[in-house]
């Protein structure tokens, strides 16, 4: 039996607002076995703000078991340069976990940190060039280029973030799934070794990745971004696919949920 459970949230638990069928239920029984985390590479809420609308949804959920993108962008300055000035284009979330890790937001910054903004604007996009040529340092929460949504797919973060790279001619730090930088995080924060994890996700470029890259097991649910088809092109191959994360739930009859209701395995 794995240690803990590394589970997206958009493509996995929930499309937009809808929880996807049986994913509250399935997470709870799943929390009665083990430690379960709430990885999302969306920045646009606070941690806080997550575990709340998990929360009301019925998940067993608290602040510290959530990390988000932009959670690990502020994480990650403040680890590698200290507190320091930084100009936004994200959301409120992106904004609150910045200022609660000491970071000043600020017109003229010596960071720039871009993540999903649905309010983006020429405006932004010349500020945080301007800043970027002046000597900030350009972070990225992510680069995924949709959202899947109870409505279809929306342009995600990386939509955004290459259009500051394309302007400044610049490749940004990139802090979320599938980079290191946010797995380190996770680990520490379950103080736990990778093996001793398994990372649910709908992404092969981003959950899957994140997990082969530091040691972990693998899980591809196919209620979000990727499909049999798109596997089957694919170079990153999990270490099980299944339908929803419904297919993760503990049996009596099993201890080990990463092996039922798999299609693929390369255990």
Known sequence: MMKAYILDLDGVIHRGSNPIDGAVDAVNRLRDRAKVLFLTNNSTRSRAAVAARLSATGIRCEEGDVITAGYAAAVYIRKRYGAGTVYPIGET?????????????????????????????????????????????????????????????????????????????????????????IMEIVLDHLGLDAEECVIV???????????????????????????????????????????????????????????????????
């Open 201 to 267: 996700g709908d992404r092969l470029d981003t959950d899957i990745l994140a997990g082969i890259r530091c040691g972990m097991k693998t899980v591809l649910v196919l209620t979000g971004v990727e499909t049999r088809e798109s596997l089957e092109r694919s170079d990153i191959k999990p270490d099980c696919v299944v339908g929803s994360i419904t297919e993760l739930l503990v049996t009596p009859e099993s201890d080990d949920p990463i092996r039922r209701g798999c299609y693929i395995t390369r255990c």
């Open 93 to 181: 979330g992106l904004i609150e976990e910045l200022e609660l890790q000491g970071h000043a937001i600020s017109e003229d910054a010596r960071f720039v940190v871009v993540g999903l903004d649905r309010d983006f604007s020429y405006e932004k996009l010349r500020i945080g060039l301007r800043n970027i040529v002046n000597g900030a340092k350009f972070i990225a929460t992510n680069t995924d280029p949709v959202l899947p949504t109870e409505d279809g797919f929306v342009p995600g973060a990386g939509a955004i973030v290459s259009a500051l790279e394309t302007a400044s001619g610049q490749s940004p730090v990139v802090t979320g799934k599938p980079e290191p930088q």
